[in-house]
């Protein structure tokens, strides 16, 4: 690699490891989210019974 | 590719490479529909043309995190420089897996609805303002693009029509892709699955290859900010002639300009641009076979005294004068004139 192409690797590698950073954990969250609101609708639904 | 290059003499399995790609696709992809089929519990078990089109994305997905470990864990060890050699046989195998998964979704996910099956897959599901119920297939036909692009640029054709920086800059969309394809998977099916192991192998997939990029990144960083010792006069200091190993080289960095990669052919020393008119790849990694310096990442050649590549090729890059001065020697930070012959030093004492 020439120094241009070493640089635009090195400006493009921290952005993209925020990108990756910030979609897994809100994918994530969400995701744990949905799954606990799953856990508690079938408490609740258990509870009614 | 250089003439004369003998194929043999750098990637001696480069035959079977294909042949192992090849089986690699197909052990993981039948893993896949063994493991799915057989082995999910009763009520979850999903249609063979699902677990199909589910393996084909996964085997893409893990294709493309392979062939994005190969560049850094070149930079980092020279073990790995013979995978780069076929490195886009591999892009080309992960577009094509990535667009029968992405054709097969269209057909059976889209193609019994009245809609035109391309809307359908983009616009059946408006929820682009939602973290969870996000039309992920959106991200999946993005990167796909991307990677139709890169499939069909890849050949040398192309890197020669567009010049190698422009090459590389669209080549380095790739990264994007990955990223995409990254959120494509968090979003789509690490959402719909129970077991959190779609998150974990991609979650530690996508940080792997994070941390050898960034790590790379920073070595050669710190490559380029520790310079040669330069005389005023623009000599820079290399070191003892025969710490260089033998067909071998040693980089410097001049405080200007690309690397310079300082050759030793038994008693003579040669100096050359660390740069590959290919697509810029490290030549002072690689070795002189055959008089000819040889690119490691795809084999150009280059003959040390005047840069040009043997002929019938054209490419010709810059030459550096050396010294050999109380036993060191020293390259100086301004290359000859274009195509000039610059005699070799030659270490005193030794055997030609
Ligand atoms: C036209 C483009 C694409 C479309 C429409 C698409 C659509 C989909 C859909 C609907 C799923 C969920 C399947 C299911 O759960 O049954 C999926 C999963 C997946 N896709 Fe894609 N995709 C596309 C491109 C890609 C690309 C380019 C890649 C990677 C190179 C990819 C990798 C994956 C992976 C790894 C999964 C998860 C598979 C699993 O469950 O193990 N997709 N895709
Ligand atoms: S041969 Fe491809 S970069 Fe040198």
Redesign the interface.
């Known amino acids: 690699?020439?120094?241009?192409?070493?640089r635009?690797?090195?400006r493009?590698?921290?952005i993209?490891?925020l990108?990756?950073l910030s979609?897994?954990a809100?994918?994530?969250?969400?995701?744990a989210?949905?799954d606990s609101a799953a856990i508690e609708a079938v408490a609740v639904l258990a509870g009614d019974e | 590719m250089a003439h004369g290059y003998k194929i043999i003499q750098w990637t001696p399995f480069k035959k079977s490479y294909d042949a192992a790609l090849l089986l690699g696709v197909l052990v993981f992809i039948s893993a896949y529909l063994v493991g799915a089929l057989a082995f999910a519990p009763q009520g979850e078990r999903a249609l063979p043309i699902q677990v199909a089109l589910r393996a084909l994305g996964a085997c893409a997905f893990s294709l493309l995190t392979l062939i994005l470990l190969i560049g850094p864990l070149a930079r980092l060890s020279p073990r790995f420089l013979p995978l780069l050699y076929n490195r886009r046989h591999l892009g080309v195998t992960c577009f094509l897996l990535a667009l029968i998964h992405g054709a097969l979704v269209l057909l059976w996910y889209h193609g019994f609805s009245d809609l035109n099956p391309f809307v359908s897959l983009l616009a059946s599901n408006p929820s682009y303002d939602s973290i969870q119920g996000f039309p992920f297939e959106s991200l999946g036909v993005i990167a796909l693009l991307i990677l139709f692009v890169m499939a069909a640029t890849s050949h040398d054709f192309w890197n020669n029509v567009l010049g190698p920086n422009m090459w590389k800059a669209l080549h380095m969309l790739v990264y994007w892709a990955y990223a995409l394809i990254v959120a494509h998977v968090m979003l789509g099916a690490v959402q719909g699955e129970k077991s959190p192991l779609h998150a974990i192998v991609v979650g530690a997939s996508a940080a792997l290859i994070a941390l050898l990029h960034v790590v790379a990144g920073w070595r050669e960083t710190r490559r380029d900010t520790k310079l040669a010792d330069a005389k005023n006069d623009g000599w820079l200091r290399v070191g003892p002639p025969n710490d260089i190993p033998n067909s071998r080289a040693h980089i410097v960095t001049p405080p200007e300009g690309e690397r310079i990669a300082v050759f030793r052919d038994g008693a003579r020393i040669y100096a050359i641009s660390n740069v590959c008119r290919h697509q810029g790849g490290p030549l002072g990694e690689g070795r002189i076979i055959d008089g000819c310096v040889t690119c490691p990442w795809h084999g150009f050649q280059y003959r040390p005294q005047d840069g040009k590549a043997p002929a019938p090729f054209t490419e010709r890059i810059a030459v550096y004068r050396t010294r050999i001065e109380d036993g060191v020697v020293f390259v100086h930070s301004d290359p000859a004139p274009s195509g000039e012959e610059v005699a070799p030093s030659v270490i005193a004492g030794a055997q030609q």
């Open positions: 690699m020439n120094r241009a192409q070493r635009a690797h090195a493009l590698w921290p993209l490891v990108v990756l979609v897994s809100a994918a994530l969250v969400a995701k989210r949905i």
